[in-house]
């Protein structure tokens, strides 16, 4: 991952320490017993049974079988005959669990396991479904017929209880995900043809040259990728890596640490290294890229700090199990406190910039103006701020055409038109052939213009260094405040590296830019006692909607093909009234993640749905909430996030819903449908307007709010808002805290609500004009 100047055992090193995206099982571990294993294994085999095709209406396996020519009877077969346990689902979702659920709910997951594993913990949990005619009259769960555990796990469902529902939506997705998403060592899932998931796809994909030009400069592809791995170290590789790759990029060490761990209030150790810069930045995604390219172009020395690991576009395989798990916050299963919404958030290097679907929306004026006239922050009325849109909309190669539309946003953009509602190009940071429906699990063709290829370069180009694989604990400062009770002033930061040691950087200037998610929790963790820090979380709440459009009927193609996001409407967004309304988008929705999301009722009504994947488009309805929500470190020092959906925002995607429904009715779709864990769909042909305007009108009387919903998430604001107070902000208009000198936050979460849009162009702006006011402090200081 470093130059070849470095000695032969340490790159050995540095490529034994770096995970490539393939297929094959990840080394999760769980502690459970057989008798607990042998419940999930029953859970699973409920939520994914085997069931024999002969055994099947006729009807309605012609219906299945009819979704797409790519599949034969046998595919068709092997889809249904497979269960969870073939594929060895229930062990991974158990490693699953203990790797990314916290400590309470596996205990808790643990005691139900076991409960069922005995006849009177069935009678407790699961009523007179435990009862049989013969000795010994109760049984526990895995004796149970399949008809009876599927009564359990809908009792779970509907349940009053939420802690029911809970458990029942953590188990159902994380086996219906793994089991649609799982590859082999050869990156197959056999019952991928049956659904219509092409692996060709992916591989013609992979076979794009990386060494093709660049639209914007004479610089190919490997040569950008060269420039930026020659600045980039995955800490993983251990302290005496670290200590020759920082040797041979110049970095200058620290020679008494002393001063930066009594801030930590512990003793220096041996393995403690310590090295100095006038910038560090903590984060690499849309934010903290922009202000290290920046600064590092002024000159000054520069450390990017990041989590998460970088995978070049050699390295992505584009198989949505590995890759979520690896590049995803949480390993893509994180969520509310609740259990209510599913967050999706970018740990990568590059952060969202790499795993997003290219939109590139600049803020609309509504929200400027009310950012500027509602928040006192004249800025986002300035022509410094529209300067900085379309200084980075340039370096984006933002633009708005394309050459085909995929199927998904031909549907979108044809019932619109019919219905006379409003629907516009996307502007995207890839040019018009980008059809790369995979960009969710980073670009394989190297033509969306992530930080990876943009400001990352830039910053690597001018001698920042990029430390990947090193999580930083906390921000240091000097907590000592003068009579005038001006702010404390930074110091730094302590990060650790995987073996235990610690890295001590100090700084003139630090910039936190973790997202708004890990901003506040780092915050919190350095004993920052702004009462904001991780109030005010906007998350864009979003539900999704279908249409099944069979293989004769609507636009052409797939839902996984063409470029992910080109058309979107605002038909429900109100941005002449209030400015809070939905916009209606289409998503990227892979094998795993549509039948993790999609209700389940059955068994076999599960393997209906997933068999029409192909041609089932989903439209997506994002809401520009008014509420919020807060995050906050818990005991292990991760993010808990809690949110509930206020009336207002429920009502916007009801009415964002409805209309999204009759976009796809008028885009020809013979059955819709919505997440809604009743499952309800309604059979468009032969229906009556009457009949449809029935089902629209329940769609929009069902409640939001319950657990088992699949809400979901994928922008997350506001945590750590800008302002013009420090009673009800966190940082001050130039980006600056108002309890730190020189502690500066370049992300999501100082938006002073949510932008309504995609908000990658938003923050870069931002984090545009905050690397100015960085410049300006630390030439004060040298003054």
């Not at 509907?158 to 590859?183: G, P, V």
């Not at 590092?296 to 020395?301: F, L």
């Not at 005991?635 to 959906?645: A, H, V, W």
């Not at 307007?689 to 919903?709: A, G, H, N």
Request: glycine content about 10%; aromatic content about 8%.
């Amino acid at each position: 991952m470093v130059s070849a100047d470095l000695s032969p055992d340490v790159q050995s090193m540095l490529c034994d320490a770096h995970p490539l995206l393939k297929g094959g099982r990840p080394p999760y571990a769980h502690s459970w017993n057989s008798d607990q294993i042998r419940v999930l294994g029953a859970i699973c085999d409920t939520f994914v049974p085997s069931l024999p095709v002969e055994a099947l209406n006729a009807t309605f396996m012609v219906r299945t079988k009819a979704v797409d020519a790519y599949c034969s009877e046998e595919d068709v077969d092997a889809l249904y005959r497979t269960s969870a346990s073939d594929l060895k689902i229930p062990e991974e979702v158990a490693g699953m669990i203990f790797k990314w659920l916290k400590p309470h709910l596996v205990y808790s997951l643990g005691i139900i396991l076991w409960l069922l594993s005995t006849r009177i913990g069935t009678l407790m949990l699961c009523g007179s479904l435990s009862f049989t005619e013969h000795f010994p009259y109760i049984q526990s769960f895995p004796k149970l017929s399949n008809h009876k555990k599927e009564q359990v796990l809908l009792g779970w469902k509907r349940s009053s209880i939420s802690a029911f529902q809970s458990l029942f939506k953590i188990l159902k997705s994380f086996c219906l995900w793994n089991f649609y998403a799982t590859a082999d060592e050869n990156g197959e899932n056999q019952v991928w043809k049956a659904i219509g998931f092409c692996k060709a796809t992916m591989q013609s994909l992979q076979s794009k040259s990386i060494d093709s030009q660049q639209q914007d400069s004479g610089m190919c592809r490997s040569s950008y990728e060269s420039v930026l791995k020659s600045r980039v170290f995955d800490a993983d590789a251990g302290v005496k890596a670290l200590h020759q790759f920082l040797t041979h990029v110049g970095c200058s060490p620290l020679e008494d640490l002393s001063c930066l761990v009594a801030s930590c209030n512990n003793p220096v150790l041996n393995e403690d290294i310590g090295i100095k810069s006038d910038v560090v930045v903590v984060g690499s995604g849309s934010g903290g890229a922009v202000i290290a390219g920046a600064l590092a172009q002024k000159g000054y020395s520069v450390l990017v700090v990041e989590k998460g690991k970088y995978f070049s576009e050699r390295d992505l395989s584009l198989l949505e199990g590995p890759t979520i798990q690896s590049m995803y916050e949480g390993g893509g299963m994180m969520g509310t406190e609740d259990g209510g919404v599913n967050i999706l958030a970018g740990s990568t290097l590059g952060g969202g910039s790499a795993v997003n679907w290219s939109a590139s929306i600049c803020t609309p004026r509504h929200v400027l103006r009310e950012w500027a006239e509602d928040h006192g922050l004249s800025f986002f009325a300035s022509e410094d701020y529209q300067k900085a849109m379309q200084e980075v909309c340039k370096r984006l190669g933002v633009q708005a055409s394309v050459r085909e539309e995929s199927f998904q946003n031909a549907v979108l953009r044809k019932g619109c038109e019919e219905l006379g509602y409003h629907v516009a190009n996307i502007p995207r940071n890839a040019g018009p052939d980008h059809a790369c429906g995979f960009c969710g699990l980073g670009c394989k063709s190297g033509e969306k213009q992530a930080t990876t290829k943009t400001w990352l370069v830039d910053a690597a180009a001018a001698d920042a260094v990029i430390l990947t694989g090193c999580r930083v604990e906390k921000v240091l400062y000097n907590s000592l405040k003068d009579k005038n009770k001006k702010p404390s002033r930074i110091e730094g930061i302590q990060a650790s590296l995987s073996d235990g040691s610690r890295l001590f950087i100090q700084a003139k200037s630090v910039v936190v830019a973790c997202g708004s998610l890990m901003t506040p929790i780092l915050l919190q963790k350095s004993g920052l006692q702004n009462q904001n820090i991780g109030k005010f979380l906007h998350i864009h709440p979003t539900q999704m909607v279908w249409g099944y459009f069979p293989k004769e009927s609507g636009p052409k193609g797939r839902c996984y093909e063409g470029t992910i996001m080109t058309a979107v409407s605002e038909a429900a967004a109100n941005w002449e009234s209030s400015g809070y309304g939905a916009l209606l988008e289409v998503p990227a929705l892979l094998p795993g993640g549509f039948a993790g999301l999609m209700p389940w009722c059955s068994g076999a009504d599960s393997k209906r749905r997933i068999s029409r994947y192909s041609r089932t488009a989903h439209c997506i309805v994002l809401a520009r909430d008014k509420g919020s929500g807060m995050v906050k470190v818990d005991k292990r020092g991760y993010p808990s996030i809690f949110y509930k959906l206020s009336p207002e925002d429920e009502e916007s995607l009801k009415q964002g819903a409805d209309k999204a429904l009759r976009v796809l009715i008028a885009a020809g779709a013979q059955e819709i449908g919505t997440h809604h864990p009743d499952g309800e769909e309604l059979q468009i042909k032969g229906a009556t307007i009457t009949e449809i305007e029935d089902y629209l009108w329940r769609v929009r009387s069902k409640s939001l709010t319950q657990v088992s919903m699949s809400l979901c998430s994928a922008h997350q604001m506001g945590s750590c808002r800008m302002g013009i107070d420090p009673s009800s902000s966190v940082v001050d208009p130039k980006g600056e805290s108002w309890d730190v000198e020189g502690l500066f936050i370049g992300d999501t979460s100082v938006f002073p609500t949510a932008s309504g849009v995609n908000p990658m162009i938003t923050v870069q702006s931002i984090a545009f004009c905050t690397a100015k006011r960085v410049n300006e402090y630390l030439k004060d200081l040298s003054i």
